[in-house]
């Protein structure tokens, strides 16, 4: 009986039109997963949101959430996360559905999932330039994001590791959010 | 990383939804994706769709998440049937891959787990089951290969569907103990459709076990693929070797082998 262990939900908020993904914040969406909870699992979903679950990570860009609840219960939020079809703003509904990407024991395995699945975004947004600038652009970012990891496998214990991850996070993010704008 | 299939995307007329659907498919990891042709025969002569040619929609096929292939895109004709004839099997079923019927009463039912020539059975779920499920029919259509398939949008669009949809699908996974089910959306439009892994989750709230639940999403519809494959081949001998055929060399083989046919129908 060492410490409380925790289930780290990676989701990706996905809309038809990227710009009205800018309004997300974390208290709305708190305030939405408890609403979708209820719904599906009523009173007793309810007590075990009010106990476990937090939101930790917000990207209002890319629209990457990550949400942290208690490891016997995460399953009662994972099934309920399908049935969300919109976030409510400020009297500003946004039409949109959750994809979670991945489940992990701790902030840090998240974030190299995420790092990698960046990664991946922009191999695939390489397939779909249009333009020879464009294309340019995302095989400069992809080159930055190479060179990061093979810095971190020079560098020597965990926290340059974690400060190289927060960068490449950070980084990667970055790129994929200035090609997306462009 | 399995293969992850999405058996049912209703159909139509608009491109650009159906394009954005598939490609909404594609970005949450779906390899395989059907478009599903519904048709109700009211009178003794129905016409049937025609499926249209993948390369009407796309040009160049969206690439799945997480693999370098593209989405590969299929046609399946829904029969919704009331009454035993309206389900013949017509050369017109030829030009779908899948086949599915949705019986709406308790002797087409056991017809269509029995007799009919169909990959796909589908489970009521906009309406309290009019019938009660039996175990006879349905371990004979698990024994032939039959699959049987719950959708899920109108769970997502309404509250009482929903409770529908949980309510039939617990019941007939009581009575089939979790075998030969998949899971498909049912998707009009592309904010209807749900990851793979997620949906593998809402399995666990229609009471399937873990791994069934997972294979609700993916060798289970890889299995109901190959069924669809042997009713064209119509000699009950799945092919599943495939060597890539040079166009010259489909020049020189096409009278003689049957396998001509079904990779010609992929291409």
Known sequence: ?182 | MPVFMDLNIISSNDKKRLKSIIETAAHLGYSTVAINYVVEPQQKKQEFPKPQSVSDIFDKLPVVQGKSSPIKVLNRLTIIASDASHFRPTNEYKSFDLVAVYPTTEKLFHAACMTFDVDIICIAVAEKQPFRFKRAPVNGAIDRGVFFETCYAAAIRDNTMRRYTIANAISFVEICKGKNIIVSSGAENPLELRGPYDIANLGLVFSLSDGDAKAAVSTNCRSVLLHGETRATASGVVYTTKKPITPQKQEEESPVSKKAKTELEYV
């Not at chain 1, 994972?78 to 919109?86: H, M, N, Q, R, V």
């Not at chain 1, 703003?89 to 974030?111: E, S």
Request: one cysteine or more.
């Open chain 1, 1 to 182: 009986m060492v410490r409380h262990k925790s289930r780290y939900l990676l989701c990706e908020v996905c809309v038809t039109d990227r710009s009205s993904l800018q309004l997300l914040e974390s208290r709305t969406l708190y305030g939405a997963l408890k609403a979708a909870v209820i719904r599906a699992h009523g009173d007793y979903g309810a007590a075990l949101y009010n106990i476990g679950v937090a939101v930790k990570y917000l990207n209002a860009h890319t629209g990457v959430v990550l949400i942290r609840s208690r490891k016997n219960y995460y399953r009662l939020l994972w099934s309920a996360l399908p049935f969300i079809t919109y976030l409510e703003n400020r009297g500003q509904r946004v039409q949109c559905f959750f994809n979670c990407l991945h489940v992990g024991g701790t902030i840090r395995t998240c974030q190299k999932f995420l790092v990698k699945y960046n990664k991946q975004q922009l191999h695939r947004m390489l397939l779909d330039c249009r333009t020879d600038a464009e294309k340019q652009e995302i095989r400069r970012s992809i080159l930055r994001c190479s060179l990061t990891t093979v810095r971190e496998e020079e560098a020597d214990e965990d926290e340059s590791d974690d400060e190289s991850d927060e960068d490449s996070v950070k980084e990667s993010e970055k790129v994929v959010l200035d090609v997306c704008s462009s």
